[in-house]
């Protein structure tokens, strides 16, 4: 699942903004932005609204990149503000960490944002290693939901309490209730599928395909007598299977997937196969650490369990991702 990212562009380039949003979408960030030329309209957005972060460019005439900063800590101090400088002005990109931004980045290096932009949020020096930036990336989807919480449930609540202090149509306060129950039913599920808990594996993979099935894209789901396992590996299956069916939406172009969970042997073995367009998976894999994020994290995942990942993928073959515990994992 992408991480949401608000972000406030300081600059007077739109294709520069477009790199770089391609950039936050390619380390999983779903960016949305608003880019500003000028430091009044920097000053209100700052004021207006809250941001996740700032990247402001070093190349603005009228708007130097300090100018920006300064603007920046006195009108929302806390949010990270990252310089992304052309090769001349990288000097600009030095100075303005010294007085305090987040990092700097040179355009020609646009790959070295999508680390400096999770350091930022996180503020932790370094995220070195995959199971970092997976740690990171849950944090911050738990910002999003912390603040969605607030924005929205929040705002239901309040608007319905201020409905019950006078006179009120109670039609209207009924479909406010219903509004924020749907939003807590919504937040819960995106939180944890409880249907895990209750039921089990093999139920909450059923849950998962028919969430995910439509017109174009049908689901066989089987579950041969596999008994409740350890949490960690429920867990594991539950999330590297729904980060195989988000690759086989955005991905495949597929029409049908399988998954199919068993015991063979001692081993529990879960797979998702898809007939879509299939990949270089070796290439994939041996692509520098970041360029494949959600891969690695499912491997991540995996190995954190006790259990294996593997990707059986050719162009034109469909993808298998295969997923096995070993027994002394399960218990
Ligand atoms: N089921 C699939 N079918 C086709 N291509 C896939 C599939 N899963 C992954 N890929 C390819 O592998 C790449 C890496 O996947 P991933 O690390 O999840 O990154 P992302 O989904 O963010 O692009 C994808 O960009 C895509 O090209
Ligand atoms: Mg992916």
């Known amino acids: 699942m992408a991480v949401e990212l608000k972000v406030l562009f300081v600059g007077d380039a739109e294709p520069d903004v477009k790199l770089i949003a391609r950039e936050l979408r390619r380390v999983g960030f779903a960016p949305t932005w608003q880019r500003v030329e000028t430091p009044e309209t920097l000053r209100a957005a700052l004021l207006r609204e809250h941001w996740d972060l700032v990247i402001s460019d070093t190349s603005l005439a009228g708007l130097d990149v300090m100018h920006a900063l300064e603007t920046t800590r006195f009108a929302a101090p806390d949010t990270p503000f990252i310089v992304v400088s052309g090769r001349l002005v990288e000097s600009a990109g030095r100075q303005a960490i010294q007085a305090g931004a987040s990092d700097s980045i040179s355009k020609d290096d646009l790959g070295l944002l999508g680390p400096a932009v999770v350091r930022a949020l996180q503020r932790t020096p370094e995220v070195g290693s995959i199971a970092q930036l997976l740690l990171a990336t849950q944090e911050l989807e738990r910002r999003r939901i912390a603040r969605a919480l607030h924005d929205e449930l929040g705002q239901q609540l309040m608007a319905l309490r201020l409905m019950l202090e006078s006179p009120h149509d109670s039609a209207a306060a009924i479909a406010l209730v219903d509004q924020a129950l749907a939003?807590?039913?919504?937040?819960?599920?995106?939180?944890?599928?409880?249907?895990?808990?209750?039921?089990?594996?093999g139920a909450a993979l059923r849950w998962l395909a028919s969430r995910h099935t439509r017109g174009s894209l049908a689901f066989d789901v089987a579950v041969e007598g596999v008994p409740r396992m350890a949490f960690a590996v429920e867990t594991a299956c539950f999330r590297i299977a729904q980060e195989a069916i988000t690759n086989i939406e955005r991905h495949?172009?597929?029409?049908?997937?399988?998954?199919?969970?068993?015991?063979?042997?001692?081993?529990?073995?879960?797979?998702?196969?898809?007939?879509?367009?299939?990949?270089?998976a070796d290439a994939a894999w041996s692509r520098a650490r970041g360029a494949s994020i959600g891969l690695f994290a499912m491997r991540e995942r995996a190995a954190l369990a006790g259990g294996r990942l593997d990707i059986l993928s050719q162009p034109g073959r469909g993808t298998t991702v295969r997923l096995r515990f070993p027994p002394r994992s399960l218990r």
């Open 252 to 280: 495949a172009r597929a029409s049908r997937v399988e998954i199919a969970l068993r015991r063979t042997g001692d081993e529990l073995e879960l797979e998702i196969r898809d007939d879509g367009t299939g990949f270089d």
């Open 183 to 201: 939003q807590t039913r919504d937040f819960a599920i995106e939180l944890w599928p409880t249907v895990l808990d209750d039921l089990g594996l």
